[in-house]
Nanobody, 127 residues
Framework: QVQLVESGGGLVQAGGSLRLSCAASGRTLSDYSMGWFRQPPGKEREFVAAITWSGDNTDYADSVKGRFTISRDNAKNTVYLQMNSLKPEDTAVYYC????????????????????WGQGTQVTVSS
């Protein structure tokens, strides 16, 4: 059974940085793309970033481009989201996710692509 566990969330002032981690068990991540999504209070879950299984290609939501970086360490079965220049509007629960299909990236920005989700980690940015 695939399990994803996020960590690294917390409270930070505007302009600060956080690095989120997503550790996987029950699956070798090196064959699967990964995504980060977030759900702000009272809003729908939205795409943040995605990365291919090899790490050769990434995609970002326009709202985080130039500030967030997704990366992965397949040897550690872990994916990261480095978040810099944080803004109050980045406040949300952040989730990592992975598809059920190997070597699939076509729908990386669509949450329906992803079969497995972590429990989420809260990020709060104060002004």
């Amino acid at each position: 059974q695939v399990q994803l566990v996020e960590s690294g969330g917390g409270l930070v002032q505007a302009g600060g940085s956080l690095r989120l981690s997503c550790a996987a068990s029950g699956r070798t991540l090196s064959d699967y793309s990964m995504g980060w999504f977030r759900q702000p209070p009272g809003k729908e879950r939205e795409f943040v970033a995605a990365i291919t299984w090899s790490g050769d290609n990434t995609d970002y939501a326009d709202s985080v481009k130039g500030r967030f970086t997704i990366s992965r360490d397949n040897a550690k079965n872990t994916v990261y989201l480095q978040m810099n220049s944080l803004k109050p509007e980045d406040t949300a629960v952040y989730y990592c996710a992975t598809p059920g299909i190997r070597y699939y990236y076509a729908g990386a920005t669509n949450r329906r692509t992803y079969a497995y989700w972590g429990q989420g980690t809260q990020v709060t940015v104060s002004s």
